[in-house]
């Protein structure tokens, strides 16, 4: 881990005037929801800012030239990738939790406000979720230049989508929804925290979800690092 | 982009850290066999459902103007337990239900009891309930009901309630063009 490298991650997103409407949109949208919505619901908006802040974080690198100069520093490429993971997921981590937090003090001003816990533990799964799909965007920059892990991650969430709307046609497909349901477990792993802490543990979600993140850290390490990098590109 | 602070590394830039790879191998290795443990242990089921109680559900769904779930079982019928499994466990269902209905369940205690409350006798009544689980949806307006009797497994049941979603939504719609929307807000 590496505090300038995650810092300076955090500044190139935040000097990005496309990135920082994004966010913005997708922070006020479920506000608004939650203000003008007669239940006070707010809308669901997931893993959305990691793909705004995770969009190409290796990849536009070694587009516009930054990382075979950086690479020329004392830098291990491990350390990069892992700060790289930890800034966007820090980044959107933060953001995640800020709008749980504006959208419960809303609701609760407007008298509507759901029990206090299963809103902490709801952003904590967000929180969780920022981490898993960061070092899934991780695993795909790695390898794709530009904003191609972008591109890779929504066709991948889209077949996987599609997997489970073929598979509900007919009952003898269903396998084709499981294989589908599975794929987008490892494309966005969660923890279910009520099921974690609750009675009911499943010790199969649990290290899924952590294996699915190491093994896209490692392996977006080991791509990184068998990288050949040209110093004329872009 | 600000450069990273220069600083010695030992040993090579591309080393890669062994100890991520050894966790991301034994982390596998224990999915893989929780995995299998699971299928034939699976763990105990989770009611995910955010229920709400009898008395004050029908004004709850004016309010919120969302129909009423009514799910009726009992705590010996083994089918109601498998829809407990398969539909009020899952995550995903269990959000929908939460969010687009005002859901109620309704116990039948007449075999651990010998007898219901009033307010149970009088919804089993009103739904006409002979057998368990029957699902019931109802329009919070105007008292209109639709049911779903047995487990039919969980693609049915996710049928059963998109569809009397549907209906809903489009009745809703269509009062709103028609201009006799008032529900309270």
């Known amino acids: 881990m590496n505090l300038t490298l995650i810092r300076a991650l955090l500044l190139q997103r935040m000097l990005s005037p496309v990135r920082i409407c994004l966010v913005v949109a997708f922070f006020l949208f479920p506000l608004m929801l939650a203000a003008f919505e007669a239940d006070a619901r707010m809308a669901n908006m997931d893993y959305v800012f990691v793909l705004i802040l995770g969009a190409g974080m290796v990849g536009q690198d070694v587009t516009s030239g930054v990382l075979q100069g950086l690479l020329a520093r004392p830098v291990r490429r491990s350390e990069y990738l892992v700060s790289r993971w930890l800034a966007v997921a820090l980044g959107s981590a933060f953001l995640t939790l800020l709008l749980a937090a504006l959208g419960y003090l809303i609701a609760a001003a407007r008298g509507n406000a759901a029990d206090l816990g299963p809103v902490a533990v709801r952003a904590c799964e967000g929180v969780l979720t920022d981490f898993g799909v960061a070092a899934v965007l991780a695993f795909f920059s790695s390898w794709m230049n530009g904003l191609g892990d972008l591109a890779v991650f929504l066709m991948a969430s889209l077949g996987a989508q599609l997997c489970e709307g073929i598979g509900s046609i007919k009952p003898a497909w269903e396998w084709v929804a499981r294989v589908g349901r599975e794929f987008d477990g490892c494309l966005s792993p969660r923890l279910d925290l009520t099921q974690a802490l609750g009675p009911g543990v499943s010790a199969f979600a649990v290290v899924s979800y952590f294996s699915t993140v190491t093994l896209c850290l490692a392996l977006a390490i080991v791509i990184l690092n068998r990288r050949e990098l040209s110093y004329a590109s872009g | ?185």
């Open chain 2, 1 to 185: 982009m600000p450069p990273a602070e220069p600083r010695a590394v030992r040993g090579s830039a591309r080393a890669a850290p062994r100890a991520l790879l050894v966790l991301a191998g034994l982390l596998l290795a224990a999915r893989v066999g929780a995995g299998i443990y699971e299928h034939y242990r699976p763990p105990q089921p989770q009611d995910r459902v955010e229920w709400h109680a009898m008395a004050g559900a029908p004004e709850r769904a004016r309010k919120v103007d969302r129909p009423l779930l009514y799910d009726f079982s009992a705590d010996w019928c083994e089918p109601c337990r498998s829809m407990e499994r398969e539909v009020f466990d899952d995550r995903h269902e269990a959000e929908v239900i939460s969010h687009s209905f005002v859901p109620v369940r309704v116990v039948d205690r007449r075999r651990e009891e010998g007898r219901n409350s009033p307010a149970v006798d009088s919804l089993q009544a009103r739904f006409r309930v002979t057998a368990f689980p029957t699902l019931v949806v109802v329009w919070p307006r105007d008292g209109h009901s639709e049911s779903a009797v047995g487990f039919q497994g969980r693609r049915e049941t996710h049928r059963f309630l998109t569809r009397a979603l549907a209906k809903f939504q489009q009745e809703k719609m269509l009062r709103s063009f028609q201009g006799s929307d008032s529900t309270p807000r």
